[in-house]
């Protein structure tokens, strides 16, 4: 059997992560193509479902982009965004399901390298922590 | 605070003394219609009702021991609409506090809607008071008991049936509410306790409605930590046994296995207020070759699906505003402790929010706000 590679779904914000992303492609970063992104205009429109959706349909790993605080291009959804994952973190958490899938990272338009690094981080450490259980739940 | 001042009951009936007060507010003007719980002509249950008419006001009782509705849903639909004309609401405390929580969503309003609180010893399941009351109990017989029983704070029910489990495990059982009616520590066959709030002291003192006198039995304050002490217990032990049994998310479903995805617990909750709930719309209506793609993976899936992604994304959504009371769990035909999920998972997450549900109206829920300084979950744990 062929070893264990994690997939990671990403929602990015238009403003900052997804442009960051851009950057690392153009300066032609390397990073591993476990993740697929999703482009979303604000890292404050992902609701829990979407992020919950992804897990229990089969990825192994839930990357939400967003801009630095105060660097919001709608003030505040960065903002809001964190307090909807800690939520759904702690709820998680609570039902026995860790939280780690899950990673929120602020990360600008400028910074290429850092979501290279965050991508091939993320990618490392779900490869340690093995498939996501929730995808084989016969029930969920 | 408001102001303080005793109802006074002749001959042992509490009920009436209530409802002559009740209607004293219709008669004075003070509200042009009352929303109460009418006990139905069979006796056996209630219903809330809207009265324009003070004489109509017979069977009208503020201690209803069922709570076939949540009162705040129909609040809302009273209140959110073009209501011009001042109107009141006798209303348990856990009702008053959804009251709240939806006023904060703007989906009640309380520019023409007064609160009327009463103390809440508990209430029974629809069908088993129905069953009380044709063993025998009729005639408030039953309600006799339990107002006793308040006075002391050791409102108990008969033999056999036991108050709703969210009741037994609500910890808060007197309200905060323009009008309260106070029973726990009151000897209830001679007085019942009035607190008027700022909104109505005046306008009721000068209609001769009411006069201000006393501070009510001094047992009282007493009489209710006892209450909120031995419901604090119970939802501790509630908590613990079910944080026991729900260890992961296998645990959690193996539970849950019953759960028919019918969405009665959304239905039946009055912080779900979305007019267009995700989980009714097309996004859960897979095709044919989806089913089979998860069944490929997983093996097999058990229908109908998303039983998962339904409690907790209802919970993502809400948790942070539910005010524990219980209605999920008697809206539930398969008899799940939704109700005992939600309050123990929302705990956590309102004390990671300093949020109290249904505690003030000017605080603004957790979700629709935030702070700069909050929450360093971006580089990992939480």
New interface residues.
Partial sequence: MSEFEPRIVAFLCHWCTYTGADLAGTTRQQYPPNIRVIHLMCSGAVDSIYVLKALIDGADGVLIGGCHPGDCHYQTGNYKARRRVAILKGILTQMGFTEDRILLKWISASEGKLFADTVTKMTDDLRKMGPNPMKQLWNA | MGKQTVLKVSEGKTEEAIRDFLKSLLKGGVIEALLVPKRLPSGDGFAQTLIHDPEKMDGACALSLTMPVQSARVASHLSVKNLNKRIAAVLKPCEIRAVVELTKFLQVKLDHLLLIGVDCPGTFEVADYSKMIQEGKEGGKLEGEILKGMERGEAVSPEGYGFRPACQMCEYPTPTADIHIKLFGYKTEEEVGLEIGEKLEKEMEEKGLVSYAGDGPSSRREVVGKVVAAREKKRDEAYQEF?GV????????DRF?TCIRCHNCMVACPICYCKEC?FRTAIFEHEGDQFLRWAD??????MP?D???FH??R???M??SCIGCGLCDSACPSRLPVATLFR??GD??QK??GYVPGRDVNEVP??AT???D??K??S???
């Fill in positions: 944080r729900v260890k992961d998310l296998q645990s959690f479903l296995s995700v993976r997983k093996g097999g899936i058990r699906t039983t998962l992604i907790l994304i919970m993502a959504h948790v942070t123990s998972v956590k997450i990671m929010f957790p979700v935030f702070k700069e909050e929450l979950i971006e990992g744990a939480l």
